[in-house]
């Protein structure tokens, strides 16, 4: 079997020793004559891989002790909701870093819900960049300021974190545990698995307990993040599959050496293609502000949508697959979460280079 370079955005590439380890052990579980999936969450080996996970990603992310940790479905996009259902207040308006398309969707969603306003906006500059430190316009009273740590789609990340001095809210989904964070900041941080953490279905939540205990009691009880951390997220029947490899993810990325590791090869991968950018002599073209760019989705040009498509079509046939940018802006964008090799890195570096001498 040869596996490709998976640069999707998400789902994403996963480590291959955790992909191998769960076939292994798939249809009879530890010696318990059936699969974790089979059996009941209330069960002992089933609760016990749920524990682990919870803890390992803590540990992991360097969580502190005052934060509840909670794992629940629906994705990124359910706490565009929850987060403002949860938290928004009569008279008090939400704040929003409008940092790309991910932002705006976060942002529309809390508008439902309460007075929600763009502390912030990069949509006339084509989002290419975060705040400056000073640039956010914070109303008086907001009850909490959200933020969005990486664009997926724009290809930013966020590293002048906003000391507002208001909950601070993070939507982590695209850069989740491949850097450490000041969580002196943040008072909720959520995302989804199905990028750095394992495959889709479980949504990562770590929320700072006075928060919780603040948190809005009269909306419905799977809406309710206390409901979730009363019943250490086994209030209802967990995503079982997507923890229990979330549980292997977090295990190998704890053998690999942790988070600063896992940062130290996020920074390693995406120099390499920014590198093979910026030497290319205008063949590749970076949209996006230097400071700002993200170090798991590298999004570039070409001088023509046809000849992108080229790009991609040459790609695919060398066994690099999901480079193809966003269908709302088009372009190039080459995904490295934690999984992916930095030999994988370098076969797409060598691949531009061929590529761009060919058609230069
Ligand atoms: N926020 C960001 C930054 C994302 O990248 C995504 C998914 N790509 C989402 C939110 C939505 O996540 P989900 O599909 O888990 O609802």
Same mark, same amino acid.
């Given at each position: ?20 380890? @769960?076939? %292994? ?9 059936? =699969?974790?999936? !089979?059996?009941?969450? &209330? +069960?002992? $080996? ?61 942002? @529309?969603? %809390? ?9 912030? =906006?990069?949509? !006339?500059?084509?989002? &290419? +960049?975060? $705040? ?82 603040? +948190? ?145």
């Amino acid at each position: 079997m040869a596996r490709i370079h998976n640069f999707s955005a998400g789902p994403c590439t996963l480590p291959l020793s955790v992909l191998e380890e @769960a076939s %292994a052990e798939l249809v009879d579980y530890q010696g318990n004559g059936m =699969s974790i999936i !089979e059996m009941s969450h &209330r +069960s002992a $080996p089933y609760e016990a891989v749920q524990d682990r996970c919870l803890a390992l990603a803590a540990e992991l992310f360097g969580v502190p002790d005052d934060f509840e940790t909670l794992i629940l479905q629906g994705g990124a996009t359910l706490q565009f909701s929850m987060a403002p259902m949860n938290l928004m207040v009569e008279g008090r308006p939400a704040g929003y870093v409008d940092s790309g398309e991910w932002a705006s969707k976060a942002l @529309a969603d %809390a508008a439902y819900y309460g007075d929600a306003y763009a502390a912030w =906006s990069g949509q !006339e500059n084509g989002y &290419r +960049s975060m $705040p400056q430190a000073g640039d956010l316009a914070l109303r008086d009273g907001t009850r909490y300021l959200h933020v969005t740590s990486n664009e997926t789609i724009g290809g930013i990340r966020m590293t002048r974190w906003p000391d507002a001095g208001i909950p601070l809210v993070g939507d982590m989904s695209s850069d989740y545990l491949s850097r450490r964070i000041p969580w002196d900041l943040f008072d909720l941080v959520y995302g989804g698995a199905q990028k750095n953490l394992g495959p889709a279905g479980a949504t990562l939540i770590f929320i700072r307990r006075d928060l919780l205990d603040s +948190s809005n009691a009269d909306i419905g009880a799977y809406l309710r993040y206390s409901s979730h951390a009363s019943k250490a997220s086994m209030y209802n029947t967990p995503p079982v599959f997507a923890v229990y490899m979330m549980g292997k993810v977090l295990e190998w990325m704890k053998a690999e050496g942790g988070i600063d590791e896992i940062e130290r090869r996020a920074a390693a991968r995406s120099a390499l293609v920014y590198d093979a950018i910026d030497a290319s002599d205008g063949f590749f073209k970076s949209p996006v502000a230097v400071d700002d760019r993200s170090h798991m989705n590298v999004v570039f040009r070409l001088s023509s949508s046809e000849l992108e498509a080229e790009f991609v079509r040459q790609a695919t046939q060398s066994g690099l697959s999901g480079l193809k940018g966003h269908r709302s802006v088009g372009g190039i964008r080459a995904s490295l979460y934690n999984a992916m090799p930095l030999d994988g890195v370098g076969t797409l570096v060598d691949f531009m280079a061929a590529f761009a001498s060919e058609h230069e």
